[in-house]
């Protein structure tokens, strides 16, 4: 549901492009000109139970008459054989390949390969192959960047932790072991030895 708060932000940014792009002034009185909003959001798991309809005031504020409302419309797989269709059952192939082949190149290529058997984006993957691997691959390293500096936040605040106790003197390595998991024993006795020189 959070992604109703990325197109509340999403909107935001898009109307002031608009505004810039068409030079309208939205600090002068003139009323400027809008283009009416079409919010959508293409759902690429199993619908199950899930609504066609999601709105910031129902899903945040417990249906509560707010000052800023977003409404969208929930797009899921279909019969039909539209783009958008091919777009979602792309991605349920796509997760389905990360499952078993991670976040790498076979995951993507396979994807490719078993989306041109079905007929799904045949042509456009056909002509786009490479762009669309490459296209895929960044976003892998985009992903795991994030994923790397969140384990290294982690990893430091687990020190800093593992680091005060060591300083309080109270508990034993062992017994900061089990508090401190994400750090291993030898870990732990080197970290000890920096808080010893340093005292």
């Not at 129902?58 to 777009?87: H, L, M, P, W």
Request: charged letters at 35%; hydrophobic letters at 35%.
């Amino acid at each position: 549901m959070n992604i109703l708060v990325r197109i509340l932000l999403y909107l935001a940014q898009s109307y002031h492009e608009y505004f810039q792009r068409t030079s309208q002034d939205y600090y002068k009185s003139k009323k400027v000109k809008m283009p009416k909003p079409e919010l959508y959001v293409i759902f690429t798991g199993n619908k199950g139970r899930k609504p066609d309809k999601i709105s910031l005031s129902k899903e945040f504020f417990e249906g509560a008459d707010i000052d800023i409302e977003v409404k969208a419309k929930v797009i899921y797989e279909s019969d039909t054989d539209d783009i958008i269709n091919q777009y979602i059952i792309f991605c349920k192939v796509f997760n389905e390949q990360t499952k078993q082949h991670g976040m790498t190149q076979k995951a993507v290529t396979e994807t490719i390969r078993i989306c041109k058997d079905r007929n799904v984006l045949r042509e456009y993957l056909a002509q786009r192959e490479k762009e669309v691997v490459t296209i895929m691959m960044s976003l892998f390293d985009e992903e795991q960047i994030m994923k790397s500096f969140i384990r290294s936040e982690r990893h430091d605040e687990a020190r800093e932790t593992a680091e005060r106790m060591i300083k309080m003197g109270k508990l034993s390595l062992d017994e900061i072991a089990l508090c401190v998991p994400s750090l291993s024993l030898d870990e732990l006795k080197e970290l000890e030895a920096e808080v010893t020189q340093l005292a």
